[in-house]
T-cell receptor, first 115, second 112 residues
Framework: DAGITQSPRYKITETGRQVTLMCHQT?????MFWYRQDLGHGLRLIYY???????DKGEVPDGYVVSRSKTENFPLTLESATRSQTSVYFC??????????????FGEGSRLTVL | GEDVEQSLFLSVREGDSSVINCTYT??????LYWYKQEPGAGLQLLTY?????DMKQDQRLTVLLNKKDKHLSLRIADTQTGDSAIYFC????????????FGSGTRLLVRP
């Protein structure tokens, strides 16, 4: 199906374990983003990518790693999960720079619990 | 730095108008946005306004922009129970990365 999909939708893990959240989009959008949503903080940007092999840090990158070997995929890895990383993670994408509306298309989210 | 602020909660009666307010800090923002998040779902763009506009109307939605005060509002006329959701204000970052800076979101509860 066309769109942006995240997996897994729900994940429970333990402190210190590595976790990877997957994000796949079928539009060939250039830009992709990872946000985390926490009560009282809204959405905070973790990492973003302007194109394959180009990534950059957002507001809260510590403890996370991303890669973008293919345009359609943008996985987010927690190398050693901590309880403070319990959150709902959203992947988003948008089209080329000429799309001035700036609309981001969001996945349905991945709810991660770190015990 | 860039920051977007919203009140956390709003409760209205069905049929009334809802007004959700937002303040932002980056006066160079070219676009400002309202996103809607329904329970268990991602965010969807509701509407946006270009910075050279004062108002934008789209059916039941009215967006007002006061650039002097850096204040953005979303008015929903004839609010329905289906409008119950979290509403996020967002501005485009000042650099060329096209990332959006979101507020903390306003939870709108519509009472029957």
């Amino acid at each position: 199906d066309a769109g942006i999909t995240q997996s897994p939708r729900y994940k429970i893990t333990e402190t210190g374990r590595q976790v990877t959240l997957m994000c796949h989009q079928t539009w060939s959008h250039s830009y992709m983003f990872w946000y985390r949503q926490d009560l009282g903080h809204g959405l905070r940007l973790i990492y973003y990518s302007a194109a394959a092999d180009i990534t950059d840090k957002g507001e809260v990158p510590d403890g996370y790693v991303v890669s973008r070997s293919k345009t359609e995929n943008f996985p987010l890895t927690l190398e050693s999960a901590t309880r403070s990383q319990t959150s709902v993670y959203f992947c988003a994408s948008r089209g080329l720079a000429g799309d001035n509306t700036g609309e981001l298309f969001f996945g349905e989210g991945s709810r991660l619990t770190v015990l | 730095g860039e920051d977007v602020e919203q009140s956390l909660f709003l409760s209205v009666r069905e049929g009334d108008s809802s007004v959700i307010n937002c303040t932002y800090t980056d006066s160079s923002s070219t676009y400002l946005y309202w996103y809607k998040q329904e329970p268990g779902a991602g965010l969807q763009l509701l509407t946006y306004i270009f910075s050279n506009m004062d108002m934008k109307q789209d059916q039941r939605l009215t967006v007002l922009l006061n650039k002097k005060d850096k204040h953005l509002s979303l008015r929903i006329a004839d609010t329905q129970t289906g409008d119950s959701a979290i509403y996020f204000c967002a501005e485009m970052g000042r650099d060329s990365s096209y990332k959006l800076i979101f507020g903390s979101g306003t939870r709108l509860l519509v009472r029957p």
